[in-house]
């Protein structure tokens, strides 16, 4: 059997988005996530652990020289178009059967919609992109085996994987804090304050300014 391009997304009912912004590179960084081991999905596929355990190990190389990029949007094919990339995955780890992982968004067009997304609330999923092929057992399901060649996650409004929508990463260096700025009444008191007047020079210089006035009114009629 010949290999198929399996696109696979990880879904959850609930947001939780995790943004690291670091104040050293503007690094914005988002984790949660990114598949999961021996359960069906909404495409009706099942990847055994060792399949995705088996990618996940040679691709270990490739993630520490951060070349494990995906992109915004699953492409048609299973090639990694630099044009269009987003982010790159950064972390893979195993939670039991779950794998987690960690992504940077990137400074590039498709990462600046990105990032302006998750910053403007919007649900982001994560989706696995590879190739490979199964066999359907007696539930109908598709279960993918060792032929599967994983080659990136991409990222998707609508993943198939349950519970794989992204956590907003707060960093230490840069804290975030959701309330703006003009809802702090002590800066804004501080900022817009009153200046102090002294009353009599005020008094003087209105009083000058009525006398010179009167003046000039009495030559006009003389």
């Given at each position: ?132 092929n199964g ?26 994987t ?39 020079a ?21």
């Amino acid at each position: 059997m010949s290999n198929i391009l399996l696109i696979d997304c990880c879904m959850n009912s609930e947001l939780n988005l995790s943004l690291n912004e670091s104040s050293e590179r503007g690094l914005t960084k988002f984790r949660g996530k990114f598949q999961e081991a021996n359960k069906e999905n909404k495409n009706h596929r099942v990847y055994t652990f060792e399949a995705l355990d088996t990618n996940v190990k040679k691709l270990e190389e490739c993630v520490k020289a951060r070349g494990l990029v995906g992109e915004l949007d699953h492409p048609e094919d299973s090639i990694i178009h630099f044009e269009k990339a987003s982010h790159v995955i950064t972390k893979l780890w195993w939670e039991g059967n779950i794998l987690m992982g960690e992504g940077e968004i990137l400074n590039t067009p498709h990462g600046k919609i990105l990032k302006a997304l998750i910053n403007d609330g919007v649900r982001v999923g994560v989706s696995s992109r590879g190739v490979g092929n199964g066999k359907v057992n007696e539930n109908g399901v598709l279960v993918i085996n060792e032929s599967y060649k994983l080659i990136t996650f991409d990222v998707v409004a609508d993943p198939s994987t349950y519970a794989a929508f992204q956590r907003k990463v707060v960093g230490t260096k840069e804290s975030y804090d959701p309330t703006p700025a003009s809802t702090n009444t002590q800066t804004t008191r501080e900022s817009f304050s009153t200046p102090k007047v002294n009353k009599d020079a005020l008094i003087a210089c209105l009083g000058g300014l009525v006398e010179s006035k009167v003046k000039s009114i009495k030559k006009s009629i003389n």
